[in-house]
């Protein structure tokens, strides 16, 4: 079973920032496209930003210019910076790969939740 590691929330003021990171088996991170995902409370969840293998990207409108996806295939690790955080990105977010029409490839993680005060 794939075990996705999300880390680097916590409670943030609006307008400040945090970076999350997510680690996965190094036999499958450097050849999977990646995303961020978050499910705000009593929402669904909602794609944020996807990752190709090849380090192209792709962000929701609510979070163009102020996220940025990034990956290290060496760390096998991906990260999510946000800036200029608003109390709309109140959220879990989760990391995973994703696969065609709406689907993911990988079981979810605990996700690391993000609280933005306004």
């Known amino acids: 079973q794939v075990q996705l590691v999300e880390s680097g929330g916590g409670l943030v003021q609006a307008g400040g920032s945090l970076r999350l990171s997510c680690t996965a088996p190094?036999?499958?991170?450097?050849?999977?496209?990646w995303a961020w995902y978050r499910q705000p409370p009593g929402k669904q969840r909602e794609l944020v930003a996807t990752i190709t293998e090849g380090g192209r990207t792709n962000y929701a409108d609510s979070v163009k210019g102020r996220f940025t996806i990034s990956r290290d295939n060496i760390k096998n690790t991906m990260y999510l910076q946000m800036n200029s955080l608003k109390a709309e990105d109140t959220a879990v977010y989760y990391c995973?790969?994703?696969?065609?029409?709406?689907?993911?490839?990988?079981?979810w993680g605990q996700g690391t939740r993000v609280t933005v005060s306004s």
């Open positions: 995973n790969s994703p696969g065609v029409t709406g689907t993911q490839w990988f079981d």
């Open positions: 190094k036999t499958i991170f450097s050849y999977n496209d």
